[in-house]
């Protein structure tokens, strides 16, 4: 487990370090890349839902959308703007993933996209999503990827080391054993290329400004130029080189 006092790499002073429409971008992207790893369509049967760390309640906002019985479980530490349709029609609740009661065999669906980081007792998690989904029902990861090239390439300014909640990094391997241990069928793991598309430019800029602000390097407004300048050569190298993605997903499920 990673501690930031002792290994810093330059972390930034907040939890949150993203841009908005970057945000709502990523989201978009994510929900796509979410129902086609779970076969949850918009014309899907009412599901009960569960999002671990739910932030702005962008992807959970969706799914209300859609239909779903949807609820979030976040301790609030972004403390960010919610949609009114999710306030008044979902289920949130202001708790840790680790010290949550997620109940048995209560949801079809849990997911948490880059959460599982910031756990301290990831097992512990892991097996309280088995319980709380039903026979046959999926849990959906996205995390960082430690084995990720870039983390090579940059060393101690790979962005996503910025993060100072950032404590606990897996390798497909460790994660999917350590789904296995709470009783979870073996996963199946991906390496999404559109994933935090901007990762790579802003590693390179950490590597040029070494001075962490409140909000991390996106917070730079010095920076907006140089993401439109360098993204289609992003886009392009990650396309020639995936061993680069930061970012893997992994679908499991318990079994029926």
């Not at 970057?22 to 994510?30: G, K, Y």
């Not at 959308?65 to 949609?83: A, K, S, W």
């Not at 790579?200 to 920076?223: F, Q, T």
């Amino acid at each position: 487990m990673r501690d930031p006092a002792v290994c810093p790499a330059n972390h930034r002073e907040h939890a949150w370090g993203g841009d908005g429409g970057f945000d709502r971008v990523r989201s978009a992207l994510t929900l796509r890349s979410l129902r086609r790893a779970s076969a949850i369509r918009a014309e899907s049967p009412r599901l009960r839902v569960l999002e671990l760390g739910f932030g702005r309640g962008i992807l959970l906002t969706r799914l209300l959308r859609d239909g779903h019985e949807v609820t979030g479980i976040d301790p609030g530490m972004l403390q960010r703007d919610l949609e009114p349709d999710l306030v008044a029609h979902g289920t949130l609740r202001a708790e840790s993933a680790e010290t949550a009661d997620l109940g048995t065999s209560a949801f079809d669906l849990i997911y948490g996209v880059h959460v599982v980081e910031h756990l301290r007792d990831p097992a512990a998690v892991f097996h309280s999503c088995f319980e709380a989904l039903r026979p046959g029902g999926a849990l959906y990861l996205m995390t960082p990827d430690a084995e990720s090239a870039g983390l090579r390439v940059f060393r101690d300014a790979w962005w996503n080391l910025e993060d100072p909640t950032h404590i606990r990094f897996f390798s497909p391997r460790s994660i999917t054993g350590m789904l296995r241990a709470a009783g979870f069928e073996r996963g199946r793991v991906r390496t999404p290329r559109w994933d935090s598309i901007t990762l790579e430019i802003s590693s390179l800029l950490r590597m040029v400004d070494r001075r962490p602000g409140e909000h991390g390097i996106l917070g730079e407004p010095w920076a907006r130029p140089v993401y439109a300048a360098l993204l289609p050569v992003a886009v392009a190298v990650r396309a020639a080189w995936p061993a680069l993605s930061p970012s893997m997903e992994v679908i499991t499920h318990r079994p029926a």
